[in-house]
């Protein structure tokens, strides 16, 4: 079935240690891809998102992610990490109308 | 004022009772979704609508039913609310690539 998956559902890391948190998708063709993310008790906010042009794409709060064709993947990723991006996160596609979504990577940031 | 606002914020019923979340909106979006997250299981989709005559089932849309009575909202009913319906129940509203949600509606159907 045509999906998008998150490989990491807890990621526990220290303040200033490096991120990446990976998401595949399984659709063809042109895709809209985004990266959310939920502070406890919140909402969601956008932090980033492709949809044609520099396939790495720079977002709010340090966070950048690659898009790779070929792979389809279109993971997130930023440099050092602080204990203020301690969220969930969830990778989601734009796709015949519908925003569809990962299932979520929990993410604690040791202070 | 917000974007996308959903009532109540918070709800605790009993099962077998008829409860309605409510989602209003001032972008002027055609295209409305309902979500409900639950811990491990992402956002999964209840219901959307892209206008008032145009309602569509999502993969989880047994057991709840939507009402588009304006372009501005959209409403999703649990006609018989059961326990394990009790999940954080997001709305939103979505416009080319651009996406917002509400602050969500916790229920616990008890």
């Known amino acids: 079935a045509q999906s998008v998956s998150q490989h990491n559902h807890h990621v526990i890391l220290s303040e200033a240690a490096s991120l990446e948190l990976g998401c595949n998708y399984s659709?063809?063709?042109?895709?809209?891809l985004f990266w959310y993310v939920q502070y406890p008790g919140q909402h969601l906010q956008l932090l980033l998102k492709?949809?044609?042009?520099?396939?790495l794409v720079k977002g709010i709060k340090g966070f950048e992610a690659e898009f790779i064709k070929s792979k389809f993947s279109f993971n997130l990723r930023k440099p050092s990490v602080q204990w203020s991006d301690t969220a969930e996160y969830f990778c989601?596609?734009?796709?015949?109308?519908?925003?569809?979504f990962g299932k979520g990577t929990r993410l604690h940031i040791l202070p | 004022d917000a974007d996308v606002t959903q009532t109540p914020r918070n709800r605790i019923t009993k099962t077998g009772k008829r409860i309605m979340l409510e989602c209003s909106q001032t972008?002027?979006?055609?295209?409305m979704y309902w979500y409900r997250q639950d811990p491990g299981l992402g956002l999964r989709l209840i219901y959307y609508?892209?206008?008032?005559?145009?309602?569509n089932k999502g993969e989880i849309s047994d057991g709840y039913s939507v009402s588009r009575q304006a372009q501005a909202k959209f409403s999703l009913s649990l006609e018989s609310a059961i326990p394990n319906q009790t999940a954080l129940y997001f709305c939103?509203?979505?416009?080319?690539?651009?996406?917002?949600f509400g602050q969500g509606t916790r229920l616990t159907v008890v």
């Open positions: 972008k002027g979006h055609d295209r």
């Open positions: 609508s892209f206008d008032v005559k145009d309602i």
């Open positions: 659709y063809g063709g042109t895709v809209n």
């Open positions: 989601a596609v734009f796709r015949d109308d519908k925003i569809i």
């Open positions: 939103a509203t979505r416009e080319g690539t651009e996406a917002f």
């Open positions: 492709y949809f044609s042009g520099d396939p």
